[in-house]
């Protein structure tokens, strides 16, 4: 039997076990096809508060677990991560629309959160402070209790998994409720790893369920913690639920990402750069190269490669084909990038190449004669769009690259890569990456925006991750109670 087998799981939550959930039932759909794959259960307010109780009461036992024991469990879903990856990039290709490489990429980064997060039980989770008094002081990292993620349907599988692991890890339980569009690569497959590598039950359950779900999870009382990746929309509207309730929040969001492109750029590498981080997964990432800044020497020659590339690169279904890009999530996200597009046109820009469609299979676009105000340009698109925008001076370059609310990525090529390190150094942005284009991801790193792009906290590392999923406790202790005057 394989690992995803549908028998397990049609049809149904997670909550302590498979069952049937009161939020009724989904359809899984192929973006590409518009097959039905599979069906999923959609949890409830009902549901989420059942879950949170069994978690809460689950969680004290696996934090007085020992640091071997989580550890193990987090080795061992690593490996299932590795063993079962055909089965995992099947799904991530059918239901998230990805192309083979994606996928791959998608569960090698699963296994390595997973075996990361299995060396933080062993940590140092605490310190021994100064003190006057004649007594031993420490400050020590203890579990939140129960952690709620929320991720979305891009990079479903990564984005659960990269808060799901650390959280287990630390000794909390997690609620978790992936995008309903991707339920099953970016949900079911993390809580079928964490099922078979011996996670004790109540410890992860599985919600998947639109905002309604996500509010409910938010909003109760014994979730704590709540780490939650998507768009800044609805960022803000659970950074605002999250206060209202005394939570913390960890918020990744949009982005709108800008990639410079020096005067002394080798402008054949640059184009390819820019073409990957545009176009990779139909430009459906928060890092995705959303601005192109150009400097007018290299302009004429780097939009006409750039224009080339997309014209060339094949699109179509994933799972058939060998293509570039597969189909965008589903018509509403194609009908926002067409109206970007040809909005950006009516004012102005010029089509260099795409601005088409079939079905959800959206062409390679490239747009020159970008004004600030184009709104392909000001917007995040999250569709394959690539506007371009001229430059003539650094000091200009740096002020368009610091216009717009967002700062997630930032991507700068040239020679001299201290003159690009200056240069980043004047721009708002969480990331930023010297001769590479806007999308890079790893576990190691600690990954987060700046401005609307997050509210600066990170994941990746023990660093980040410890100070994501637990709370600091003072603890003294002394031989006897000192005398008071009372
Ligand atoms: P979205 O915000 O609509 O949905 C993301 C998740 O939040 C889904 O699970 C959704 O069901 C849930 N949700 C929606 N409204 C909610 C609410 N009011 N309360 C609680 N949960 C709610 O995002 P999307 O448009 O599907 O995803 C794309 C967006 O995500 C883009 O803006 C992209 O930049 C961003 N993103 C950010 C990162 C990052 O790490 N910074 C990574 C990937 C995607």
């Given at each position: ?28 759909v ?6 039905e ?10 549901d ?23 550890a ?31 996928g ?47 991720s979305p ?52 359950q ?18 704590r ?30 982005g ?10 080798d ?199 410890i ?9 003294t ?10």
């Amino acid at each position: 039997m394989t690992l995803l087998d549908a028998s397990r799981w049609s049809g149904q939550i997670f909550s302590s076990g498979w069952k049937a959930a009161h939020g009724g039932v989904r359809s899984v759909v192929e973006p590409a096809t518009g097959d039905e794959l599979e069906r999923i259960g959609l949890a409830d307010a009902t549901d989420i508060a059942q879950a949170a109780e069994a978690a809460a009461q689950a969680q004290h036992g696996w934090a007085e677990a020992s640091f071997q024991e989580r550890a193990a469990v987090l080795r061992r879903a690593g490996q299932l991560f590795e063993q079962h990856a055909d089965e995992f990039i099947e799904w991530i290709v059918r239901e998230a629309g990805g192309i083979p490489p994606k996928g791959q990429f998608e569960v090698g980064i699963a296994a390595e959160e997973c075996y990361q997060a299995a060396a933080l039980p062993a940590h140092v989770l605490g310190a021994i402070l100064p003190t006057t008094e004649a007594r031993l002081s420490l400050a020590k990292r203890v579990p939140v209790g129960v952690v709620g993620v929320i991720s979305p349907f891009n990079f479903p599988l990564i984005l659960g998994i990269r808060s799901v692991a650390p959280a287990l890890a630390l000794g909390n339980a997690v609620l978790f409720k992936p995008d309903p569009r991707t339920a099953v690569c970016g949900g079911v497959s993390i809580m079928r790893v964490f099922e078979e590598a011996g996670l004790p039950p109540g410890l992860l359950q599985l919600l998947p369920g639109g905002a309604e779900a996500g509010e409910a999870l938010v909003t109760h009382p014994l979730v704590r913690v709540i780490s939650f990746t998507g768009s800044t929309p609805a960022g803000r509207k659970v950074g605002e639920l999250a206060g209202r309730h005394l939570k913390r929040a960890h918020l990744e969001l949009g982005g709108n990402s800008a990639l410079l492109v020096l005067d002394d750029a080798d402008v054949a590498k640059a184009a390819s750069a820019g073409a990957f981080g545009s176009f990779n997964h139909q430009g459906q990432i928060c890092m995705t190269t959303g601005r192109h800044l150009v400097h007018d020497r290299i302009a004429d020659e780097y939009i006409s490669v750039l224009a080339d590339k997309a014209a060339h690169l094949p699109v179509g279904n994933p799972a058939k084909d060998p293509v570039a890009l597969g189909p965008v999530i589903d018509a509403h996200q194609r009908d926002r990038i067409h109206e970007l597009v040809t909005s950006s046109v009516a004012g102005g820009a010029r089509l260099r190449a795409g601005g088409t469609y079939e079905g959800l299979f959206y062409q390679a676009t490239v747009l020159d004669q970008v004004q600030p105000a184009t709104p392909a340009w000001s917007e995040e698109v999250f569709g394959p769009v690539a506007p371009v925008m001229r430059f003539s001076s650094d000091d200009e370059a740096v002020a368009l690259a610091s216009a717009g609310e967002y700062g997630l990525s930032l991507g700068i090529i040239t020679r001299d890569p201290m003159r690009g390190l200056a240069l980043a150094e004047r721009i708002p942005t969480g990331i930023v990456h010297i001769n590479d284009q806007t999308v890079n991801d790893e576990p190691a790193a600690p990954f987060g925006g700046v401005g609307a792009s997050g509210t600066g906290s990170r994941f990746g590392g023990p660093d980040a991750n410890i100070e994501a999923f637990t709370d600091t406790r003072w603890i003294t202790m002394r031989g006897e109670v000192p005398p008071y005057p009372f």
